[in-house]
């Protein structure tokens, strides 16, 4: 029954409709109450809505972008038929989250079955990702980004350890193309993008100049297979760049959010929307080195430990997971696994730095949620494989004692042999 259960034809579409079901069913609850429906629309949610009616209105201007240059297109885009089609129906918004959810989910499901060829670790991780209390809270009581970002880092994890571990051009072509959504998506995929592109040159570097019997590309392969992975990145994020290049000559404006890289405070941080108030001149007239360091080792503890030991509550199980794999990567890990954890750890400094001054926990969670997932996964699998060989030797052992014991008894050889043959086959097929 287990086996028939983790069938990927069959485990898949059963947890993707169990969870279609309970979170509509909690969307609709949530709908219908003074306190949901509050939940569904507070904070940054009026911002991708209005942008959302504009785009339902045929209007793609980005004029939005004059007035909220932090805001990126590509969610509101996906809101917009519901505002189009169905007026704005609070359920049918809610709904998008939901399906994005189930879109990560298969991504992880299958990506995990193709790099570690589990089905049990496949489930597992799958069963841990839709049972998290910060994938169950934005499939069904916020309109945030989160969904949206989470399916797309996946894809970037993915593609990025697929291209380290095959060294194939479109998997390099398929994270530019990922990166550039998932920037669409939110500020910090420009961060994905070129903590991915720095840990990826070094890691070709590290490649060209070791010493290997195997056939190495040419540098102008691998250049130009860097040169089109960012221009596929620049055509993708067009959408986010071009419109801030028009109002405010520069491609990355993104108004008052580098004003957290140079505060201490959420409220100093927060004013304005077009410009920056703060620049690194104002920190460092006003802070040593011990502020520096003080603010590096709080961002570490809060992002690396608190944030999500809390956010996954009770029993933070993939955490912990994740934080085995990692310590089994640095320790003696592949290559790959060691370039894919210094590309999770060097995308989450930015946040890390600015925890201090805007101590938000769904920003540097869903960040790093991805990363932990294929880390979980990995020492998952680990554990599956030295538990199955702690098994074979026991049973090995079993079987050994049991020839001793029949070799003694008859004191012949020949009339053994196929016994003990007999009873291996038995007890390994059971």
């Given at each position: 029954?287990?086996?028939?259960?983790?069938?990927?034809?069959?485990?898949?579409?059963?947890?993707?409709?169990?969870?279609?079901?309970?979170?509509?069913?909690?969307?609709?609850?949530?709908?219908?109450?003074e306190?949901?429906?509050?939940?569904?629309?507070?904070?940054?949610?009026?911002?991708?809505?209005?942008?959302?009616?504009?785009?339902?209105?045929?209007?793609?201007?980005m004029?939005?972008?004059?007035?909220?240059?932090?805001?990126?297109?590509?969610?509101?885009?996906?809101?917009?038929?519901?505002?189009?089609?169905?007026?704005?129906?609070?359920?049918?918004?809610?709904?998008?989250?939901?399906?994005?959810?189930?879109?990560?989910?298969?991504?992880?499901?299958?990506?995990?079955?193709?790099?570690?060829?589990?089905?049990?670790?496949?489930?597992?991780?799958?069963f841990?990702?839709?049972?998290?209390?910060?994938?169950?809270?934005?499939?069904?009581?916020?309109?945030?980004?989160?969904?949206?970002?989470?399916?797309?880092?996946?894809?970037?994890?993915?593609?990025?350890?697929?291209?380290?571990?095959?060294?194939?051009?479109?998997?390099?072509?398929?994270?530019?193309?990922?990166?550039g959504?998932?920037?669409?998506?939110?500020?910090?995929?420009?961060?994905?993008?070129?903590?991915?592109?720095?840990?990826?040159?070094?890691?070709?570097?590290?490649?060209?100049?070791?010493?290997?019997?195997?056939?190495?590309?040419?540098?102008s392969?691998?250049?130009?297979?860097?040169?089109?992975?960012?221009?596929i990145?620049?055509?993708?994020?067009?959408?986010?760049?071009?419109?801030?290049?028009?109002?405010?000559?520069?491609?990355?404006?993104?108004?008052?959010?580098?004003?957290?890289?140079?505060?201490?405070?959420?409220?100093?941080?927060?004013?304005?929307?077009?410009?920056?108030?703060?620049?690194?001149?104002?920190y460092?007239?006003?802070?040593?080195?011990?502020?520096?360091?003080?603010?590096?080792?709080?961002?570490?503890?809060?992002?690396?430990?608190?944030?999500?030991?809390?956010?996954?509550?009770?029993?933070?199980?993939?955490?912990?997971?994740?934080?085995?794999?990692?310590?089994?990567?640095?320790?003696?890990?592949?290559?790959?696994?060691?370039?894919?954890?210094?590309?999770?750890?060097?995308?989450?400094?930015?946040?890390?730095?600015?925890?201090?001054?805007?101590?938000?926990?769904?920003v540097?969670?869903?960040?790093?949620?991805?990363?932990?997932l294929?880390?979980?996964?990995?020492?998952?699998?680990?554990?599956?494989?030295?538990?199955?060989?702690?098994?074979?030797?026991?049973?090995?052992?079993?079987?050994?004692?049991?020839?001793?014991?029949?070799?003694?008894?008859?004191?012949?050889?020949?009339?053994?042999?196929?016994?003990?043959?007999?009873?291996?086959?038995?007890e390994?097929?059971?």
């Amino acid at each position: 029954m287990a086996a028939f259960l983790l069938r990927p034809g069959v485990f898949a579409p059963l947890a993707a409709i169990f969870f279609l079901a309970t979170s509509l069913a909690a969307i609709h609850a949530n709908v219908h109450s003074e306190m949901g429906r509050k939940d569904l629309l507070e904070g940054d949610t009026g911002h991708y809505l209005a942008i959302a009616r504009d785009f339902a209105r045929g209007d793609f201007s980005m004029s939005y972008v004059e007035a909220r240059p932090h805001r990126q297109p590509l969610y509101p885009l996906l809101l917009a038929p519901g505002f189009r089609w169905f007026g704005g129906d609070l359920q049918i918004l809610a709904s998008v989250n939901v399906l994005l959810l189930i879109g990560a989910f298969l991504l992880l499901y299958f990506g995990i079955l193709r790099f570690f060829h589990s089905r049990f670790v496949a489930a597992a991780i799958g069963f841990l990702f839709l049972h998290n209390p910060f994938v169950h809270a934005h499939a069904t009581r916020h309109l945030l980004t989160e969904p949206l970002h989470l399916l797309l880092a996946i894809g970037v994890v993915f593609a990025t350890l697929d291209y380290l571990e095959s060294r194939r051009r479109r998997s390099l072509l398929a994270f530019a193309a990922l990166a550039g959504l998932d920037y669409l998506t939110r500020p910090n995929g420009l961060f994905i993008f070129a903590s991915a592109i720095a840990v990826l040159l070094l890691n070709e570097a590290w490649r060209f100049y070791r010493p290997s019997s195997s056939p190495r590309p040419s540098l102008s392969h691998i250049a130009g297979c860097y040169v089109l992975a960012l221009s596929i990145f620049a055509l993708v994020a067009a959408p986010s760049w071009i419109p801030r290049y028009h109002y405010f000559g520069n491609p990355i404006h993104h108004g008052y959010l580098s004003n957290y890289l140079w505060t201490d405070t959420y409220k100093e941080g927060h004013v304005g929307q077009r410009f920056a108030s703060y620049t690194a001149k104002d920190y460092f007239e006003n802070h040593h080195l011990g502020d520096v360091v003080q603010r590096w080792v709080r961002g570490v503890g809060e992002c690396g430990f608190a944030i999500p030991i809390r956010t996954e509550e009770k029993l933070p199980l993939l955490y912990f997971l994740a934080l085995g794999g990692l310590v089994a990567t640095v320790w003696s890990g592949s290559g790959s696994y060691r370039t894919l954890a210094a590309f999770g750890v060097l995308q989450m400094l930015p946040l890390i730095w600015t925890n201090l001054s805007n101590p938000t926990i769904r920003v540097p969670y869903a960040a790093e949620l991805p990363f932990e997932l294929v880390f979980a996964a990995l020492f998952l699998s680990q554990l599956c494989r030295v538990i199955h060989r702690g098994f074979l030797r026991i049973c090995h052992g079993q079987l050994d004692h049991k020839l001793i014991f029949r070799r003694q008894g008859s004191g012949s050889h020949h009339d053994t042999a196929p016994v003990c043959m007999h009873n291996f086959a038995a007890e390994t097929k059971t």
